[in-house]
């Protein structure tokens, strides 16, 4: 079974159980919340007081993982890598300066990536913004690790048939195997592109940001998780805005959701832009209204697109640089 089949079936499986899960995982929310509180009473838990359990852990030490980090910023820095070729290429028609790519690790080259033809021009001024943010924080993060920092790794951003966003999209349904889904061909698809991006690297930083010690870095990365979480809200909302006149760019963000959830872990977290009965959905979060997060595993298995224990795919052919670099099997 190829890697585009073992998607599609995974997908498929979890897709069918979908509805079930999602009614499942709201009462289990609800009902731990309520025994969690319950707990805490018991145990005569202190914290801020305010009934709810929110400052009763905060100064619970982060878990023990093994990494330093240096390794959990050098697996942010390689996300950051390919948001940043991408919306630079998509914005500009050209990619990151040979200047920041160097560092530890093989070096790789960007296959693909071309400027969008936007048309519409609040959408381009989007993209120029993105594509400034996220090459300022390759920078940021390469100087904050100094010489620890790894180099680019190779990168597909491709639009080809057997690329990444085509594999993708197929896994989503939104075009049959042996076409391709070009993110460059128009403001609408770029935006689907960006999307499947950002909501990642928002949740790939909740996820890291209880790993790491110091205080300095634990700033720095709600900064960037801060500005992910910007650029995130505004793509889902304009998607949501062209979807009240186009109903299937609105569904397609339901199909790419669904993929996501398909590769991740078992958990049905993911979201799409339209919420029940047609109402907008731009943060999605939990019953707390809290965005929910994702191992450095689960994010790798996305854009490896593959729900195994695999070290390199999809948008990095030849895996990504630095000590976590391989994803989880779900």
Do not use: W
């Amino acid at each position: 079974m190829n890697q585009h089949e073992l998607i599609t079936e995974v997908f498929e499986r979890q897709a069918q159980r979908r509805s079930d899960r999602r009614a499942f995982l709201k009462f289990a929310g609800m009902s731990a919340a309520a025994a969690g509180a319950v707990a805490v009473s018991a145990c005569g838990g202190g914290g801020s007081g305010d009934g709810l359990g929110v400052g009763d852990n905060v100064n619970t030490p982060p878990p023990q993982t093994g990494l330093s980090d240096g390794d959990i910023l050098n697996f942010a820095l390689n996300l950051e890598y390919l948001e940043a070729q991408f919306y630079s290429f998509a914005a500009t028609g050209a990619g990151l300066a040979s200047t920041l790519l160097t560092g530890t690790g093989t070096q790789g080259a960007v296959t693909g990536g071309r400027a969008v033809n936007f048309t519409d021009v609040v959408v381009r001024q989007y993209a120029n913004e993105i594509a400034a943010d996220e090459r300022a924080h390759v920078a940021f993060l390469r100087t904050a690790l100094g010489s620890a920092a790894v180099a680019q790794p190779a990168i597909d951003i491709s639009a080809t048939p057997t690329g990444p966003f085509s594999q993708a999209a197929v896994a989503a349904g939104l075009i049959a195997q042996g076409q391709s889904f070009d993110p460059y061909a128009s403001d609408e698809n770029f935006l689907l592109g960006a999307y499947i991006f950002e909501d990642v690297g928002v949740t790939a930083y909740k996820g890291a940001s209880p790993l790491l010690q110091s205080a300095t870095f634990l700033s720095a990365a709600a900064g960037i998780l801060g500005a992910e979480a910007y650029h995130a809200g505004l793509i889902r909302t304009v998607l949501y805005a062209k979807g009240i006149a186009t109903p299937a760019l609105v569904d397609a963000t339901e199909a790419i959701s669904n993929a996501r959830d398909s590769l991740d872990n078992p958990i049905d977290d993911d979201q799409g832009v339209r919420g029940s009965g047609g109402a907008s959905n731009i943060v999605p979060a939990d019953a707390n209204g809290i965005a929910f997060s994702r191992t450095p595993g689960d994010v790798l298995n996305i854009v490896y697109l593959n729900p195994g224990a695999v070290a390199k795919g999809g948008f990095f052919p030849n895996g990504v640089n630095g000590s976590v670099n391989q994803s989880t099997a779900g």
